[in-house]
C-alpha cells in the first residue's frame, strides 16, 4: 500500500493521501484501512473525516458508498468545484465502520 503525504493536524484537521494497489483491494482490506483511519483521527482528537476522490475512481466511489457511512458534500478546505471531483464526510465515532 502507497500512503503520500501526510500533513499534520492543523486547525484540528489532518489529511491522508492514501492508494492501494489493485492486489490490496480485496478482502476487506479497505475496510480495514478506513476503519484505522478514523481511529488515528479520533486519537488525535479530530472529529470529522472528509475525502475527495476522482468520478472515475469506481472502487473507491463503490467502496465509500458500501461502508453507507460517508455522505456527499461539497468542495472544502482548498479544493475548487470539480465536475470531475466527488467530496465526502463522515462524523467520527467510536463504533467505526461495517
Known amino acids: 500500500m502507497r500512503r503520500?503525504?501526510?500533513r499534520p493536524a492543523r486547525l484540528g484537521r489532518g489529511e491522508?493521501?492514501?492508494r492501494?494497489?489493485?492486489s490490496a483491494r480485496e478482502g476487506n482490506i479497505g475496510v480495514r484501512v478506513l476503519a484505522?483511519?478514523?481511529a488515528l483521527a479520533i486519537g488525535s482528537g479530530l472529529t470529522l473525516?472528509?475525502?475527495e476522490t476522482g468520478i472515475h475512481n469506481r472502487?473507491?466511489?463503490a467502496l465509500y458508498r458500501r461502508v453507507r457511512i460517508f455522505t456527499e458534500r461539497g468542495?472544502?478546505?482548498d479544493y475548487a468545484s470539480d465536475p470531475l471531483s466527488v467530496f465526502?464526510?463522515?462524523a467520527c465515532k467510536s463504533v467505526g465502520f461495517s
Request: hydrophobic share 45%.
Open 4 to 6: 503520500g503525504p501526510a
Open 59 to 61: 472502487e473507491a466511489l
Open 88 to 90: 465526502m464526510e463522515k
Open 20 to 22: 492501494a494497489p489493485g
Open 75 to 77: 468542495p472544502f478546505g
Open 36 to 38: 484505522e483511519l478514523e
Open 16 to 18: 491522508a493521501h492514501v
Open 49 to 51: 473525516l472528509r475525502l
